[in-house]
């Protein structure tokens, strides 16, 4: 069956150049999460160009996400997903193609850099090119396709709210039998690789609001010093990992921001942390978000703060866990087509570092799904950083400034993982 499979993407691979004009655009113009209008237009735009006359396209799902439809005859429902929201960072790449682009950032009102650090234009085009070879073949596969475009991954809203909106319900998208999703890496260019079981983490985010009263410097007695709370409290923070946690299980806790003061000869009334949790089950999440909530207010109430610390959620993101026999089934049809050497198909890719919302449009309506991943790095460049060592050192990872997949054969890759997903499940005409 497999190799059948092989030989219909082989047969109905669209023209790679525009596509990878596509790309270049897409990381020309990123759009921050929730302000993807732009993106979300352009994709309808070229899903409208490519698909067939019977193919229902819905838009403005849950913000700026949408869907499209192809019903083909009889058989199982599949949907593809990809994300198409970008980042605030500004890029350093260097590239002919960079990113330029600065966006008003809508919740705050202050202007920020925006780049597609986290390769969702990769994500994009693949899904495009994807879609053409699959309504290409249509003769040769019977079931239902969609197509999700999925706005903000980046705060881990837009799965929710796609789902909340009513995409299985009021904008009448099929319920899918199996969900896939993918997600470029850096790694070798034209590996591609899957995991059964957890593949990516849960992750929580929160803002924390530590209260102290404010005072001269020069007379820290007459102040309660929220920036020595603040320190005192991210020291402690390192413990709940090193000495309460498992070494077998898993999970991180990392302070990102500290706010605090804004002149060196005056005691803060306040400062904010910005804290960030990851973990691999659901028992050690809900203790570590429990156990951060005390260690605040812990170290609060020993300096007497003026106050009890508040807590706002920032982003959540559940545990991404591959459905087993799901992802049997993909590994039969990966191996075959990508071959199992190395730089090629890995059925036993390490766990994902960061998280995704990703399962949220399988988990809402109790189906399976399946995330894969890609590599990124021009090959020659990882095999010379390989034999160096010098991987985690050298090798630029999704969200820095420096993140550049090489096009090709990157994205022959995702788009085939695409295309051999959908067919893996659909039935035979």
């Known amino acids: 069956m497999a ?35 732009q993106t979300a237009s352009l994709i309808a735009e070229k899903l409208q160009v490519v698909g067939p006359d019977d ?15 192809l019903a083909n005859g009889d058989g199982p429902t599949v949907l593809l997903r990809a994300d198409i929201d970008a980042l605030p960072v500004e890029e350093r790449t260097g590239l002919p193609y960079a990113s330029t682009k600065r966006m008003i950032h809508a919740a705050s009102g202050v202007e920020k850099p925006v780049m597609h650090a986290c390769g969702h234009d990769m994500h994009i085009t693949c899904l495009l090119g994807a879609a053409a070879a699959l309504f290409s073949a249509r003769a040769t596969w019977s079931g239902t396709l969609v197509l999700v475009f999925q706005p903000a991954e980046e705060r881990g809203t837009g799965a929710q709210a796609m789902i909340d909106d009513g995409l299985y319900t009021r904008h009448g998208i099929p319920v899918p039998d199996v969900v896939l999703g993918a997600h470029v890496m850096p790694f070798r260019a034209g590996a591609i690789g899957t995991g059964r079981g957890i593949v990516a983490t849960s992750a929580d985010s929160m803002e924390v609001t530590i209260h102290g009263r404010g005072s001269h410097a020069s007379m820290p007695h007459t102040a309660i010093d929220p920036i020595v709370i603040a320190a005192s409290t991210i020291m402690k923070l390192q413990t709940l990992v090193s000495r309460e946690t498992d ?11 500290v706010h605090a003061g804004d002149a060196e000869n005056v005691i803060a009334d306040s400062a904010v942390l910005g804290i960030d949790t990851r973990s691999t089950t659901v028992e050690t999440r809900e203790r570590m978000m429990r156990r951060i909530k005390a260690v605040v207010s812990s170290e609060c109430a020993c300096a007497e703060s003026t106050q009890e610390p508040e807590f706002k959620m920032t ?9 087993i026999e799901t992802t049997k089934k993909i590994e039969d049809t990966f191996s075959v087509h990508f071959g199992e050497e190395k730089g ?7 766990r994902l570092g960061g998280s995704e919302d990703f399962s949220i449009l399988a988990t809402a309506v109790g189906k399976p799904y399946c995330f894969f991943m890609y590599g990124s790095i021009e090959e020659s460049r990882w095999d010379q950083i390989e034999a160096q060592g010098t991987i985690h050192k050298d090798i630029p990872a999704n969200h820095s400034p420096m993140f550049a997949p090489v096009i090709m054969p990157t994205l022959q890759t995702g788009l085939d993982g695409y295309v051999l997903g959908a067919l893996t499940f659909f039935g035979k005409r």
């Open 3 to 37: 190799s059948a499979l092989s030989q219909a993407v082989n047969q109905h691979r669209p023209d790679l150049g525009p596509l990878q004009e596509l790309y270049k655009f897409l990381h020309q113009n990123p759009e921050l999460s929730n302000q993807e209008s």
């Open 315 to 323: 982003r959540s993101f559940p545990l991404t866990i591959n459905d």
């Open 55 to 69: 193919l229902v396209i819905k838009t403005s799902i849950g913000g700026h996400g949408l869907a499209a439809v």
């Open 247 to 257: 070494p077998a299980d898993s999970s991180v806790v990392t302070v990102a921001t």
């Open 344 to 350: 090629q198909y890995n059925r036993n890719l390490p």
